[in-house]
């Protein structure tokens, strides 16, 4: 992630996104470095992400299951996906160690 969660609530729509994965790898989006950024103001969820690829046939369903985790958490009443492709995604530098170990990335 890009940037950290800063507030509790923050943290709270963090750790029940944390849950969603990527369907083709099955490795958690969070673990895998797409979530870019999170952050709660009032009742509003605003998640920054991306995807593997920019044809990425599980995109749509990624984020809409973002979306659906999201307002698991109490006090979200909405929530707002950007998905961008700036910085691109990078397994190598963005994804966790856990991670690329599954993804056979070794350096």
Not at 3 to 12: N, Q, S
Not at 25 to 32: A, K, R, T
Not at 86 to 103: G, I, L, Y
Request: proline share 6%.
């Amino acid at each position: 992630m890009i940037r950290d969660p800063e507030t509790e609530k923050e943290w709270e729509v963090f750790h029940s996104i944390r849950s969603v994965e990527d369907p083709e790898i099955g490795i958690s989006l969070v673990e895998l470095g797409l979530i870019y950024d999170v952050k709660v103001v009032g009742e509003t969820a605003e998640v920054t992400m991306t995807y593997t690829s920019l044809a990425c046939p599980a995109g749509p369903q990624m984020k809409q299951d973002i979306e659906n985790h999201a307002l698991r958490v109490d006090g979200i009443s909405e929530i707002i996906v950007h998905v961008v492709w700036n910085p691109k995604w990078d397994p190598r530098q963005m994804a966790s160690e856990e991670a690329k170990m599954q993804m056979g990335i070794f350096d």
